[in-house]
């Protein structure tokens, strides 16, 4: 099918419509959103002489709802300019205009006579061949086009997202009885490459892949808290990050969500999935009932597994519910001697082994909880799906997982995942079996770079279908490792492009980190034709390894921490001036030395959810290594004609004095730290590594030399420092600032302005780096300034001193 989606419908401005709605205006979609007409006045309206006529009035719920989306926390949003790409309306003056739109989307109450008069309505107005999809989360899909023309049916399905839609990368495509095959091809092709998204292909089944082995998970949970006597905090502590899932685990997470949502679907699951072998664990145990009688529903109500209070001191707590007595209860330390083997265990797949095995509560319950998973989840197949992988593509987009029940299967062992089933008393589903008899020992094997996955009709290793658009470091590092060293690996990534992935904790930069980016451009300079810095892990990097910074400052060891800082900036600079192009490819947080790096590669390939900034002042520095002197460049690289310069130098000096940190890729270009018609942004962060080696290969195609230094960068010398000066005598006056604050904001102050000189002067690049790294190296010999490191490493939130 080919099919250009310019613009969207969504019907439904619920939570939901509204952040579908945000996403597609992320990707550049116009949209238009519809929603219904309030029969009655509200008392503002009132107050203004407002009728039911009035536009205002029939647009309020639309756009009420919009508002309170676009202001919401974390932003469904890019950038809020993007907003105006989203036109609103309601179903009564607007819907003849669903006519010009390429996609409709269904967002509306979940009840099936709703949608039923919903679809009839869009029917009237609805172009042939366009696309029709319902956002739904478990009505059956067969159930909603009935009645409905063959042409609708045949464009119409389930596409649903999960909440919410910029962050979750699942998108469940769910096909009708007469659903074209060239339809869900296409959406599946259109949400990974264009959404951004984790596109699945489920069966028209009760919640279908995500919620169904999601919720079972959490019911699970649910019922074995009281078998195993455990508290909240307890539970929560073993389902978090120690096995590679978020930091809300489980009950936290279900106060986000809202237990009335999780008790909705748990109960249509249980009404229809009667010949489900664990049907009797979705019936919800005694102490879910009271918090629905109560209506403590989480956040939404200000209370559910965790409540917010205060003190007798006006001091927030956090309280917990004890599920024994059904109180709220002052919050209690979670520690077990099997979470202190896998303290040592950096990868989160490495430490299942050791989990499994441990010999207190904390073993018994992943036996338990693991044994449960893999019995129920080997027994969806082929009710849900008919491949394994999907359900594990599934549970890490849809629910934040790192990896899948058959990965986790895997790194336990499938002997040892059978005896964790058979200590349940449950039994697999038979293929398990048949699959053990016939010599296959893993779900999973990785060969010339793809991973396969075991087909059970075949009763073979099948290629996953989808990956030639990737490039999946876990599968080449071993086989195309061209250097290694404790906290980098170098891959030839084919074609010439050579990538550096860091593998120190979070992606720190420390020694070895440097010493592996001048060997990885030492041999993309002598063999190669480009380099990509990059990796697949959580974050790019969270800056420069302050621990070792603190240490060398502490210990006096000041030349030794000049050097440090000197081999950080010509590491930097000869990312600038290599003989080769060289690509940063940030996510996630890419903070402080993540930012520098980036900002002296030849381009940045971001994915749209990267968080990036110059944080040194967290710490009490100004960024050292080139970030300060890198943001001078660019000041003066703006100065235009008849510009106020001072007031362009000081957007940038307040960028880094205040610490932004970009919520997304878009809104660093506003930052001055990506720049518009050379970087660019990956929507979908699986791409972004053979997106960026693409562009490695094609600017060392297109002739790529090496740049000439900078000589005729222009500083404003006493100028700019006179006023940035008078600024921060004022911040510190009005108590904005401390006198911490001000010392380094005017070391900052004088490296951007290029020190006290008379005059505008033009200088060389090395001119600026030597005033910031005096800058910064005197900064390390201020008490205050190592409070604010040694606070920041034990607690990890900065210090205002």
């Known amino acids: 099918m080919n099919k250009h989606i310019k613009k969207v419908a969504v019907i439904g401005s619920g939570i939901m419509g509204s952040g579908i709605a945000c ?192 919720i079972f998970s959490i019911q699970s949970l649910f019922h074995m808290v009281k078998d195993l006597n455990m508290t909240v905090e307890e539970v929560d502590k073993l389902t978090g990050p120690v096995i590679g899932r978020p930091k809300s685990a489980t009950f936290r997470t279900v106060d986000v969500v809202g237990l009335d949502t999780l008790v909705h679907v748990a109960n249509g699951i249980y009404e229809n999935c009667k010949d489900d072998e664990r049907i009797e664990l979705f019936k919800l145990p005694s102490f879910i009932d009271t918090m629905m009688d109560n209506k403590w529903l989480g956040s939404k109500t200000g209370q559910g597994f965790y409540k917010k209070s205060k003190d007798k001191d006006g001091k927030t707590e956090i309280l917990t519910l004890d599920l024994d007595t059904m109180d709220y209860r002052s919050k209690k330390s979670a520690k077990f001697d099997t979470l202190e083997l896998t303290k040592t265990v950096d990868k989160v797949i490495d430490r299942f082994t050791v989990l499994v095995n441990g010999k207190d509560k904390a073993g018994e319950f992943y036996r338990k909880s693991f044994g449960q998973l893999f019995a129920y989840v080997s027994h969806r197949i082929p009710e849900i799906t008919d491949e394994l992988y999907k359900i594990d593509d599934a549970m890490k987009a849809g629910f934040g997982w790192e990896h899948g029940p058959f990965q986790i299967w895997d790194a336990i062992g499938l002997e040892k995942g059978l005896e964790l089933v058979k200590a349940e008393g449950l039994q697999v589903a038979d293929w398990v079996n048949e699959m053990k008899s016939a010599g296959t020992s893993t779900f999973y094997t990785v060969k010339d770079g793809a991973t396969f996955y075991y087909d059970i009709p075949k009763k073979s290793m099948e290629k996953v279908p989808g990956q030639d658009a990737f490039i999946i470091l876990d599968n080449i590092r071993k086989s195309n490792e061209v250097f290694k060293n404790k906290e980098v690996v170098i891959e030839d990534l084919g074609d010439g492009i050579l990538n550096i992935e860091f593998q120190s904790k979070m992606n720190t930069i420390g020694a070895d980190v440097l010493i592996g980016l001048n060997k990885a451009i030492d041999l993309a300079e002598k063999d190669f034709q480009g380099l990509v810095v990059g990796n697949q892990g959580a974050n790019f990097s969270v800056g420069a390894n302050i621990g070792m910074i603190f240490m060398m400052a502490v210990e006096q060891e000041y030349d030794e921490l000049n050097h440090s800082i000197k081999m950080f900036q010509d590491t930097m600079m000869r990312m600038r001036y290599s003989a080769i192009p060289t690509i940063s490819a940030p996510h996630g947080m890419c903070l402080g030395g993540g930012c520098e790096l980036s900002l002296h590669a030849d381009k940045v390939v971001a994915a749209a959810e990267t968080y990036i900034g110059l944080v040194e002042f967290g710490v009490g520095v100004i960024p050292g290594g080139g970030g300060s002197k890198e943001f001078a460049v660019r000041a003066q690289d703006t100065f235009k004609k008849n510009d106020v310069e001072l007031n362009v130098l000081q957007e940038y000096f307040l960028t880094i004095g205040m610490a932004k940190v970009s919520t997304s890729a878009h809104e660093a270009y506003d930052l001055g730290i990506l720049q518009h018609g050379k970087d660019i942004v990956v929507i979908n962060k699986d791409r972004q590594i053979a997106t960026a080696k693409a562009h490695a290969k094609l600017m060392a195609e297109a002739g790529y030399t090496q740049p000439p230094k900078r000589k005729d960068i222009k500083v404003l010398g006493k100028q700019a420092l006179g006023m940035f000066l008078v600024g921060t005598d004022a911040m510190e006056a009005s108590h904005y600032i401390s006198e911490h604050d001000k010392k380094i904001a005017n070391k900052l102050a004088y490296v951007m302005a290029g020190g006290d000189l008379s005059e505008p002067t033009l200088v060389n690049e090395q001119y600026l780096l030597d005033l910031e790294r005096e800058a910064f190296l005197s900064l390390c010999t201020e008490r205050k300034t190592l409070e604010r490191i040694q606070h920041m490493l034990k607690t990890g939130k900065p210090l205002r001193n």
């Open 23 to 214: 996403h597609f205006a992320n990707i550049g979609v116009e949209v238009l959103l519809l929603d219904i007409v309030p029969r009655e006045l509200n008392d503002k309206e009132i107050a203004k002489g407002l009728t039911l006529e009035d536009k205002a009035v029939r647009n309020r719920l639309v756009n009420d709802s919009l508002a309170m989306a676009l202001k919401s926390k974390p932003s469904p949003i890019y950038h809020q300019k993007f907003a105006n790409r989203i036109t609103t309306g309601n179903l009564e003056d607007d819907i003849s205009k669903i006519a010009e739109v390429d996609w409709i989307i269904e967002v509306v109450v979940e009840r099936l006579d709703i949608k039923k008069k919903v679809f009839e309505n869009l029917e009237k107005y609805r172009t042939k061949g366009t696309l029709i999809t319902s956002n739904t989360s478990g009505i059956p899909i067969k159930f909603m086009s009935e009645g409905r023309s063959e042409d609708f049916q045949k464009h119409f399905c389930g596409t649903h997202f999960f909440n919410p839609a910029r962050y979750l990368k699942l998108f469940e495509i769910i096909p009708g009885p007469k659903t074209a095959p060239e339809v869900l091809d296409f959406l599946n092709g259109y949400g990974e490459q264009f959404l951004g998204k984790t596109s699945v292909v489920a069966k028209d089944t009760p919640a279908f892949i995500g919620n169904r082995i999601g």
